[in-house]
C-alpha cells in the first residue's frame, strides 16, 4: 500500500507484486517498511559487521580506513572502526 499523489489521503496498492513472505508488501515497499522500523527503533546495523566488513563499508563511503596499531588489541581496533 502506498499514497497516491492524486490528491486523495487514502492507500491504495502499488501495483507490483506482494510477496506472501513479505507480509503482502511488494519488495519495494517491504524494504522501506524495514528501514522505517530500524530507524524508529534507532537500531545500527554496524553492530553486525566484522573488521572486514566495517573496512569495506569504509571503502565503500570513501572513510579513511585507520591502521592497527601494533600493540592495539584487536577488539578495541574493532571498536575504533565501528566509531
Do not use: F
Not at 506482494?18 to 508488501?25: D, N, T, V
Amino acid at each position: 500500500m502506498e499514497l497516491q499523489e492524486s490528491g486523495a489521503v487514502k492507500e491504495e496498492p502499488c501495483g507490483r507484486p506482494a510477496l506472501l513472505e513479505y507480509s503482502g508488501y511488494c519488495t519495494v515497499h517491504y524494504k522501506e517498511c524495514l528501514v522505517e522500523l530500524i530507524n524508529s527503533n534507532a537500531l545500527d546495523p554496524v553492530v553486525l559487521l566484522d573488521v572486514a566488513e566495517l573496512r569495506a563499508e569504509m571503502d565503500r563511503w570513501k572513510v579513511p580506513v585507520p591502521d592497527k596499531q601494533p600493540l592495539e588489541p584487536d577488539q578495541r581496533y574493532e571498536d575504533r572502526l565501528r566509531q
